[in-house]
Every structure is written in C-alpha cells, then in structure tokens.
C-alpha cells in the first residue's frame, strides 16, 4: 500500500483520540473508520497500524520524540508510520525539518536508550514482572510485547485434519505450517483475509491463538460428558471443546452477554457441532447455574481478566490497567472460580484460566480458592499435557509466554474435586 499525505493527519487525528485511553483502541479506531468510510482497506490498515505501533512502543516514542517540529501528536503518528511504512515512504510528504528529525531518530540505536524505556511497560507491571524474572529475560518479554502476534487457526477435525486444512491455504496461495505444541494448530505468515476461503465458510477452520487451544487440551473432555465453558463469551474454546467430544454428551455455554453469545451462533452453525447449548445468565449465581451443581463431569472457567496477557493484540492495556483495576478484578475472579465449582461432580474437573501475566490474578487466585476448599486438590498441568502427548515442559501450572512460546500470555490451573 503506498503512502499518501492526508493518511499523515488521518492518523493524527485517531492517534489522539486513542491516547485519551477513554476506552478499548480497538472500539476508538472502528468509530473512526466508520466516520470516515471512504478510507479503502489498505489506507485503513495503514492508520491501523501506525498507531498499534504507538501503542506498543510509547515510552519510547515519547521519548524520541521530546524533541522535533510540529505537535507531540503529529511527531508520535510520524514515528508510528516510519515503524510500519518506512521513512522513504513518508519522505515526499513531510516538510524538510520533520524529514531531517526522522533522519536524525533512525540513526539512533534503540539499544542505546535506557532499558526502562525500551521495555515500554508502566512501573507497576515492570515491578510485578521483576518478580518472576531475572532482567535479562524481563527484557526479552518486553520486546517480544513489542511485535504484532502472529495469526493462529485451529483445524476443526469435525471437518477436517490437519492436513487438510494447510492443503487448503497452500491452494488459496496462504503460508501457514503446523503450531509447535496444539494439535490442530496452525500458524499462518501474515494477515490474509481467511473469511472469503471455502475452507473457512465450511467449517474448516477457526481463528484461534495457540495458547487458547492449549487450555482446552487441559479441560481433556472426553466422549459423552457433561461439559461447561462458563466464560464461553464468542465461543472459541466452546468449540474446540465441542470437537475434543466428536459432538457427542452435552456441552453447555454460559455468558452474561447475549451479543457475545450471538457471535458463536454463526460460528457454531459452521462447525458442525450438535452438542454445544448457548446459555445466557444474569451472573455466576444464576438460578440455572444451580440446577446443574454437582452434575458436570468438566468446567472450564476462563474469568475475565486484565487481559495484559494479549498486550501483543491490545497494547493499549497496558496503559489502561491499573493496580486498582486488579484488585477489583481479583475477587470477582474467586467469585466465579467459587460458583463453578459448585457444578463440577466428585472426581470430576475444574480448569480456571485466565489471559493475564500477573500472580495476582492466576496463582493468588487459585491458592485463595484451594484455601477454602479442602474438597478440591491441585493436578500438576506438566501431567495432564503429558497424558495429552503434548510436549511442553511445564510445572504445576500452565505458564505461556509470547518470549518463549510464541503464544498470547496465559495461566491455567487443574483442579479435581475430591472422590
């Protein structure tokens, strides 16, 4: 996509209203596009990308760009444009003292500016993270945050292996290859647009992260079980669930958002599956929750989270979130762990996952909960992959880090009520 000039002011203008962090930047930057619908869609992933580009690395923007002609703004949309579009391309439509600036600043060696802010993490998550790593590898995990993630399908194998599945996007003219730990993963080289292939129409395939599809291989339900996703929001774990039962027992879908569950109707008719039943709740202590207490064989509790484990995809997160926005989280989450808890039958399974990188809100959470209940014990996660021949070196939890596995951040915890 070449560059034109007003893209430069279209992205200004976005940028600032993204900067207000008033909201999600992803919700901030569709109000923008469909303000302005004569934008063709490469012109909009150009703006797109030039301000998620921001997003990731701003303190280290900001702090290029402390100096230099124009507004603070126009010089950060510059810097986000030269990252995603390259300075030659911006060169015809900049004025010569701003050329000059970019001239300067791509000169600079980013291993130059301190490492504080080349990690581009606010102080609190730096100092939640410290914790857990040594520097070295804090500053690998920051970089990493830096880059967009890479796009990942799960084979549907209701419809398809595999191999049909890469056979497909090999025919479409699509690079992708198999994940290195999922199964039915497959990672794809860019962003292509999947939705117009016959494969995906047919059910062939789902967008879904790696790391998502490595939760569900831990809820390992089996043929003819009672199964809830009690977080199931659009659907995505539902379904590999779903499939992981060959569409057999019953698989129940709970959320307390009717437009999320919308999104799964779509995506459920495609797959094929006949056992998943969507269902809508007020909270974790719905009336229809307590009809099916102690009768589920598998629960998975994804709880909503901080999300700071998706800083790739949402960067603005990180800026979002606060400590106080994590300590009103954390006792939601154990209220919902503790409700759906109540459904899982003696010996029976209870997986709570979240997409966040902070103890608070994985193992404080879990400890919490094992605390006061004597009933439910700890399952190594190294075992339960280990049964599931799936080869990943893990400890009594699932830990997975966009530095080391190329996967969004996640936590999951096994957890088994007692016979």
Known sequence: ????????????????????????????????????????????????????????????????????????????????????????????????????????????????????????????????????????????????????????????????SRDDVLGALSKAAIEAGATPYAPFGIRVVGKPPLTKLDAFQDGWLEVQDEGSQLLCSLVAPKRGEMVVDFCAGAGGKTLALGAMMRSTGRLYAFDISDRRLAKLKPRLARSGLSNVNPVLIDSEHDAKIKRLAGKIDRVLVDAPCSGLGTLRRNPDLKWRQSPESIAELTPKQLSILTSAARLVKKGGRLVYATCSILDAENEGVVQQFLAAHADFQLVPARDVLAEQRIDLEMGDFLSLWPHRHSTDGFFAAVLERRG
């Open 1 to 160: 996509m070449r560059l034109h000039g007003f893209l430069i002011g279209q992205t200004e203008t976005l940028l600032a209203d993204v900067l207000k962090f008033t909201g999600p930047a992803d919700a901030a930057t569709s109000r923008f596009f469909r303000a302005h619908p004569k934008l063709g869609h490469g012109e909009r992933g150009v703006i797109a990308e030039a301000v998620f580009a921001v997003l990731r690395r701003r303190m280290e923007f900001a702090h290029l760009a402390e100096s230099g002609t124009g507004s603070p703004n126009r010089r950060l949309a510059l810097l986000g444009l030269m990252q995603t579009a390259g300075r030659t391309a911006l060169k015809p439509f900049v004025s010569e003292a701003e050329n000059s600036w970019l001239e300067h600043v791509a000169k600079i060696d980013p291993q130059s500016l301190p490492l504080r802010i080349r990690m581009n993490l606010p102080d609190w998550i730096y100092q939640a993270l410290s914790s857990r790593f040594e520097a070295e590898e804090l500053a690998r995990l920051a970089a990493s945050l830096n880059y967009p993630a890479p796009l990942d399908l799960r084979a549907n194998p209701i419809k398809a």
